[in-house]
T-cell receptor
Framework: EDQVTQSPEALRLQEGESSSLNCSYT??????LFWYRQDPGKGPEFLFT???AGEEKEKERLKATLTKKESFLHITAPKPEDSATYLC????????????FGAGTRLAVHP | DTGVSQDPRHKITKRGQNVTFRCDPI?????LYWYRQTLGQGPEFLTY????????KSRLLSDRFSAERPKGSFSTLEIQRTEQGDSAMYLC?????????????FGPGTRLTVT
């Protein structure tokens, strides 16, 4: 069964304290993995697409990496404005690119 | 603003009433998706349109739910005889119709509360 699991469910960091979020997946024939950021009461905001193991993408304090079984979102020297829920998603096998999402990691960065 | 837009942003309705939501995708995107998100969970796929054709529906989409995308532009999602379990955030997303895994861009969502 296709599945996406994210850990931890919640993470509290002090400003400047770097950490990583995990997204593990089981899907036949991975065609890509997406990371999104979601602020409370808003829709998910696209961050990155990763297509193959070993690929890395960076944006400001965020870096996403991909292996054959999981992806990591590394947050370097976070700021309070990085506080949000981070979601990862993969397209389900069978076409049409419908996405299956993890439950997300709720990140809180405190000054 | 050329992003995905949704209307209304919030809807409060009484159980048994019908509600309709609208989604306007990014103009050049021919793929349109509806998802539902409940508190503490990631979005769950509901249905998919390529242009005006509805090509897939989730088993989550009961007979009370219907979606349309006339002329391949905006889309509507209607829920008939609403139930308290329908309370959720309804998200619309759109993407280009290219081969491979293509990122989807989401709208702000419609928050439905059924009392």
């Amino acid at each position: 069964e296709d599945q996406v699991t994210q850990s931890p469910e919640a993470l509290r960091l002090q400003e400047g304290e770097s950490s990583s979020l995990n997204c593990s997946y089981t899907v036949s024939g991975l065609r890509g993995l997406f990371w999104y950021r979601q602020d409370p009461g808003k829709g998910p905001e696209f961050l990155f697409t990763l297509y193959s193991a070993g690929e890395e993408k960076e944006k400001e304090r965020l870096k996403a990496t991909l292996t054959k079984k999981e992806s990591f979102l590394h947050i370097t020297a976070p700021k309070p404005e990085d506080s949000a829920t981070y979601l990862c998603a993969v397209p389900l096998s069978g076409g049409y690119n419908k996405l299956i999402f993890g439950a997300g990691t709720r990140l809180a960065v405190h000054p | 603003d050329t992003g995905v837009s949704q209307d209304p942003r919030h809807k409060i309705t009484k159980r048994g009433q019908n509600v309709t939501f609208r989604c306007d995708p990014i103009s050049e995107h021919n793929r349109l998706y509806w998802y539902r998100q409940t508190l503490g969970q990631g979005p769950e796929f509901l249905t998919y349109f390529q242009n005006e054709a509805q090509l897939e529906k989730s088993r989550l989409l009961s007979d009370r739910f219907s979606a349309e995308r006339p002329k391949g532009s905006f889309s509507t999602l209607e829920i008939q005889r609403t139930e308290q379990g329908d309370s959720a955030m309804y998200l619309c997303a759109s993407s280009l119709g290219l081969a491979g895994a293509i990122e989807q861009y989401f709208g702000p969502g419609t928050r439905l509360t059924v009392t």
